[in-house]
């Protein structure tokens, strides 16, 4: 289970609510280290390389488990307890239906679009067994968490909403977006104590079409430079000419810059508006993610990692972390013993499951 931390005091951001006078305040902390991470990063990537790919797999548990372990929360940290070899087991089935997907396209057009079908049919039976299998595998306190599989609501969630998009001219998007994030936390547990997700479809929509709205706003707005400025140059740029590159590069460059900025500011508000409303046995986060943060870490990571031919991304993936743990708070309004009692009772059910045949993390 991913989670995050918090800076105290910070300002409350978008979807934060107020924590109740009662509640005490945890904070997340990351305590990775850039260069601790370098080593286990590189020898990862060579292995990786050297077995093609089939190390990929545990180098996948290594890198959890050390960002795990230095997730901090409460005087604990969070393990994470997975195998390599389910991971490759969910790798294998990855590769075989989009690698073949990919292949299909050279050879038959049909059996294409017949692999896209079968992609799309076992999408949310994949997705709901990531989850399952992610939550199983991650504990804090020694206390597992849990995923409770719903087939049913997943391939309506995960499906058969996006059959409403044309007919809505998208506008059930934030709706589809909401009822999958309800979904995805109302079916977790710890220690046998279910989440709970205090957001409203409509809630979503305000974020949604604050970014829709920015993005038709950017694309008006670069539309008329790139046409500003092939009315200035008069004619189309000359191929063999020193300005072709940067003529037709520029603009997508400046397009895709606006498109970036609008995804940071998203995912701030969305990671928001999720981490305020969840409860777990009356115990809260507060997610203070900055949109314009956010977009500076990301930018100044990717500049980072192309100046460095890659070198550079252990730093960036710690430097990313810290700031998301930093952002997050646990609100503690009930007994975190109460976790303890409640997984004593969820034993035979959670054991029941362990051996599963599909117990896989598709997960690339």
Known sequence: MNTSAIELPAPVSIGARPAPAAATEHRFEFSGDAKEYFRIWIVNLVLSIVTLGVYSAWAKVRTQRYFYANTHLVGATFDYQAQPLAILKGRAVALVLFGGYALAGQFNVKLQLGLALLIAVLAPWLIVRGAAFRARYSAWRGINFRFVPDYGQAYVRFLALYLLLPLTLGLIYPYIKAKQKAFLVEHHRYGGVAFKFGVTSGDFYPTYL????????????????????????????????????????????????????????????????????????????????????????????????????????????????????????????????????????????????????FDIDVGI
């Open 210 to 357: 604050a970014a829709f709205a920015a993005i038709f706003l950017w694309a008006l707005i670069s539309g008329a430079m790139v046409a500003a400025l092939f009315s200035g140059l008069g004619r189309a740029p000359d191929p063999s000419g020193p300005r072709f590159s940067f003529t037709m590069f520029a603009p997508m460059l400046m397009i895709y810059a606006g498109y970036f900025a609008v995804f940071a500011f998203l995912a701030a508000a969305l990671a928001n508006l999720v981490y305020n409303h969840i409860d777990i046995g009356g115990n809260r986060f507060r997610s203070t993610l900055a949109g314009g943060r956010l977009l500076w870490i990301y930018f100044s990571n990717t500049l980072a990692i192309l100046g460095s031919i890659g070198l550079l991304i252990p730093w960036a993936m710690v430097r990313l972390a810290r700031y998301r743990a930093q952002s997050l708070t646990l609100l503690q309004g009930g007994d975190l013993d109460q976790f303890v009692a409640s997984a004593q009772g969820e034993v035979d059910a959670v054991g029941s499951e362990m051996d599963g045949l």
